[in-house]
């Protein structure tokens, strides 16, 4: 899975894994797939978090995705577009 959004379990059942990924046409498309409890932990620290930041060149507001231990922009797309390739 390229990028992983959520692990949860639901009524007691399977753990189950939510991200994206790419299909057989190259597009990123959500996808949720079954996981063993084993590998909770593992998904769970390379979950993917929404962040919300102030640019600190052009003061704008801007938001990125990140996992925990990635290091953290400091300016938004338009004016560090080097961070987000
Ligand atoms: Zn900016």
Not at 15 to 38: A, H, M, P
Not at 58 to 69: D, G, I, K, N, P
Request: aromatic letters at 18%; charged letters at 35%; a positive charge.
């Amino acid at each position: 899975m390229k990028m992983i959004t959520g692990v949860s379990k639901k009524h007691n059942s399977k753990w189950r894994l939510y991200g994206y990924d790419y299909n057989e046409d190259d597009k990123l498309v959500f996808q949720s797939r079954r996981i063993s409890f084993l590998l909770v932990w593992y998904y769970k620290l390379k979950r993917i978090k929404t962040y919300n930041d102030i640019c600190d060149n052009c003061l704008e507001e801007f938001r990125f995705h990140s996992t925990r231990f990635e290091k953290k922009p400091s300016m938004c797309g338009n004016c560090d577009p080097d961070f987000y390739d």
